[in-house]
């Protein structure tokens, strides 16, 4: 069992994170190390901070750097809890396993991959068949034209691909999802770092098209309506069809301890699974683990 848990007197700022632990002063402050999904990112921030007034002698520092990154800091032992938006794969349960490590996951929310598109794009309606000829190898799609529309202000309608990185559990889940088992990517594409990013690029290139987080949904893009099949009912990404698992590429968002959490750790989860917990990341825009009524 990996024992990470450290006391600190003065808790600095994180070095290599995005988001900072808010200095504690104080002995005996005990401090949990969770790391990993950039999509997860807004709730486990906020989880942090809230749990600080929830148990005022432990707190909960957050790094992102994606699925992978937190993945392989559980595999090493440097971490109390990753974050993923993916499951472990085989190889690494089992790496994890030859260190001494045995990982156990929760589930503590759900989250839409929504497929964003620049705002002036006339686009309402993609299938998933035509995702995977934009994004896959080989794929007939390459402009804009090829599915029969004008993109204003894109210059010879060539798609601009925005992806992710491939230490992204939302990279891992939009090849199963769209492309498959056995098809990889196009080569070419933009990959970007956080899921932000993604939304971000896409704002600003009118060519564009990029999934990500629903929870990164801004009034500088638009989501796409997402089909199964060319004569089929488009659903759009929300929080309730997620619930209902209508929209097609609804996912869980785990966190991994080492073994059946104890102590600090333990307190903590239990906490995130509490109705005050999944509260916390509905406001955020995630769907939680279950229907709850939450105040305003």
């Given at each position: 069992?990996?024992?990470?848990?450290?006391?600190?007197?003065?808790?600095?700022?994180?070095?290599?994170?995005?988001?900072?632990?808010?200095?504690?002063?104080?002995?005996?402050?005990?401090?949990?190390?969770?790391?990993?999904?950039?999509?997860?990112?807004?709730?486990?921030?906020?989880?942090?901070?809230?749990?600080?007034?929830?148990?005022?002698?432990?707190?909960?520092?957050?790094?992102a750097?994606?699925?992978?990154?937190?993945i392989?800091?559980?595999?090493?032992?440097?971490?109390?809890?990753?974050?993923?938006?993916?499951?472990?794969?085989?190889?690494?349960?089992?790496?994890?396993?030859?260190?001494?490590?045995?990982?156990?996951?929760?589930?503590?929310?759900?989250?839409?991959?929504?497929?964003?598109?620049?705002?002036?794009?006339?686009?309402?309606?993609?299938?998933?068949?035509?995702?995977?000829?934009?994004?896959?190898?080989?794929?007939?799609?390459?402009?804009w034209?090829?599915?029969?529309v004008?993109?204003?202000?894109?210059?010879?309608?060539?798609i601009?691909?925005?992806?992710?990185?491939?230490?992204?559990?939302?990279?891992?889940?939009?090849?199963?999802?769209?492309?498959?088992?056995?098809?990889?990517?196009?080569?070419?594409?933009?990959?970007?770092?956080?899921?932000?990013?993604?939304?971000?690029?896409?704002?600003?290139?009118?060519?564009?098209?990029?999934?990500?987080?629903?929870?990164?949904?801004?009034?500088?893009?638009?989501?796409?309506?997402?089909?199964?099949?060319?004569?089929?009912?488009?659903?759009?990404?929300?929080?309730?069809?997620?619930?209902?698992?209508?929209?097609?590429?609804?996912?869980?968002?785990?966190?991994?301890?080492?073994g059946?959490?104890?102590?600090?750790?333990?307190?903590?989860?239990?906490?995130?699974?509490?109705?005050?917990g999944?509260?916390?990341?509905?406001?955020?825009?995630?769907?939680?683990?279950?229907?709850?009524?939450?105040?305003?």
């Amino acid at each position: 069992m990996m024992k990470p848990l450290k006391v600190f007197g003065l808790i600095g700022v994180l070095i290599g994170g995005l988001w900072s632990f808010e200095s504690m002063t104080g002995p005996s402050r005990i401090l949990l190390q969770n790391k990993g999904s950039d999509t997860m990112v807004a709730a486990v921030s906020a989880w942090s901070e809230a749990y600080k007034t929830v148990n005022p002698k432990a707190g909960v520092a957050v790094t992102a750097g994606g699925s992978g990154t937190g993945i392989a800091a559980l595999i090493n032992g440097t971490v109390d809890i990753a974050n993923a938006s993916r499951l472990m794969r085989g190889k690494e349960v089992e790496m994890a396993r030859k260190r001494g490590h045995h990982p156990k996951k929760f589930i503590v929310g759900y989250d839409a991959v929504a497929v964003y598109l620049h705002k002036d794009n006339p686009v309402q309606t993609l299938t998933i068949n035509q995702l995977a000829e934009i994004y896959g190898e080989d794929g007939k799609i390459e402009r804009w034209s090829d599915i029969g529309v004008e993109v204003p202000g894109c210059k010879n309608q060539e798609i601009v691909r925005v992806s992710r990185q491939n230490s992204s559990g939302t990279y891992a889940f939009f090849r199963r999802t769209v492309l498959g088992l056995k098809r990889d990517y196009k080569l070419g594409s933009k990959d970007m770092q956080a899921s932000r990013d993604t939304v971000a690029l896409v704002s600003s290139a009118p060519c564009a098209i990029g999934y990500s987080s629903l929870v990164f949904a801004s009034d500088q893009v638009k989501m796409v309506c997402i089909a199964r099949q060319g004569d089929g009912e488009c659903v759009n990404p929300s929080v309730n069809t997620v619930q209902d698992k209508s929209y097609p590429f609804a996912r869980p968002l785990y966190m991994y301890t080492d073994g059946e959490p104890q102590g600090e750790i333990k307190k903590y989860i239990d906490w995130v699974l509490s109705d005050e917990g999944q509260c916390i990341i509905k406001s955020k825009g995630y769907a939680p683990i279950h229907p709850l009524t939450c105040g305003g």
